[in-house]
């Protein structure tokens, strides 16, 4: 029985935080884990020079940083391919055709396009190859024919973008030879981790982050500034759990359920520091990210086989994009001289 394909990646503009690893990395290790599926994780460093093509040393920069935060978290390149957008030709060749079939009114319409947009503060001055980046991802997620998309819940519209492709492509040139994809999202509620700060996205461009890189010192420091009840001033004030970015993450991080709903009822009575709820998150996080900050740093110390491993992915991917291309080349008609000696 074939196994489901599936394709993911990250921007390398920094170090993967926290975010990431609730909203996308941990699901694909799961799934990797199963053996029921055969993973393409993609370090999308074409995306990234969208809005960074006058700083690519801050995507050069952060290539093996990603590519660490990926093996440090379990990833691994004997059950998952790992690659370089920018090292495959086919996914050029693919975006190009593509957009002759999307209009440019469908492209502005985009919900997730149109935030990230407002976010960046572009205003009239948009990059050609940051609007039309969707078309990117559809070339992205067919050339491995992939069915199954583990993202984050924002993501949706993007999804459905490459599934339109999918269809005009298909019904154009009458071959059913691009495959449309479906999500795989976290759990409901865990898609989206809020900043340190309270503000609703954790974010690398706001500074809000907890990094799978950081230690286990600036870690603490990161929680012992986190948002909490502005209201809540003294110990024994009643405190509120909405908004209350520590209670946010103890319900994301923290397999203990009863002790969490004990700390909820505690803190809105009053008597419940903000210290203290501090301190216990501090040690439910570096639970979980010890054993990944450990991992890290052993692979740090051979940045060779890290590289290698770009490589042979990247030489794995190649092969695979380069079969969908002569499919498509063979669907459009462009495959003039095949055959032919």
């Not at 086919?90 to 593509?98: I, K, Q």
């Not at 004030?237 to 908004?243: K, L, S, T």
């Not at 380069?322 to 032919?340: S, W």
């Amino acid at each position: 029985m074939a196994k489901d394909i599936i394709l993911t990646g990250d921007r390398p503009t920094g170090n993967l935080h926290i975010g990431h690893y609730v909203g996308s990395l941990k699901n694909r290790v799961v799934l990797q884990n199963t053996g029921k599926y055969d993973p393409y994780i993609m370090i999308a460093d074409t995306q990234a020079l969208t809005d960074n093509a006058r700083n690519p040393e801050k995507i050069r920069n952060s290539l093996i940083e990603v590519a660490l935060d990926y093996l440090a978290v379990g990833l691994d390149p004997e059950k998952s391919t790992i690659f370089v957008q920018s090292q495959i030709p086919a996914l050029f060749e693919l975006t190009s055709d593509y957009a002759d079939l999307v209009t440019l009114a469908r492209l502005e319409r985009n919900p997730t396009v149109k935030a990230e947009i407002k976010q960046k503060g572009f205003g009239d001055s948009i990059p050609v190859g940051f609007l039309t980046y969707p078309i990117s991802q559809a070339a992205d997620i067919t050339a491995f024919k992939a069915n199954l998309v583990p993202v984050g819940d924002d993501q949706e519209p993007m999804l459905e973008q490459t599934r339109e492709i999918v269809r005009t492509f298909n019904r154009t040139y009458g071959v059913d030879v691009l495959v449309e994809p479906k999500g795989y999202f976290p759990p409901k509620g865990q898609g989206r981790l809020p900043g340190l700060d309270g503000n609703a996205k954790m974010s690398k461009s706001l500074g809000n982050c907890i990094y799978l890189s950081d230690d286990a010192e600036t870690v603490k420091k990161k929680v012992m500034s986190m948002y909490t009840d502005p209201n809540h001033i003294h110990v024994e004030d009643p405190g509120q759990i909405e908004g209350n970015v520590v209670f946010t993450y103890l319900d994301v991080f923290d397999p203990d359920k009863e002790t969490v709903a004990q700390l909820k009822e505690d803190y809105q009575k009053g008597g419940l520091g903000d210290v203290k709820i501090k301190r216990y998150l501090n040690k439910v996080l570096e639970a979980e990210l010890a054993p990944i900050r450990e991992r890290r740093e052993k692979y740090a110390q051979n940045i060779d086989a890290v590289y290698d491993m770009l490589i042979a992915g990247s030489k794995k991917a190649n092969e695979v994009a380069n079969q969908t291309l002569d499919e498509v080349r063979d669907a459009i008609g462009f495959n003039y001289f095949k055959n032919r000696g």
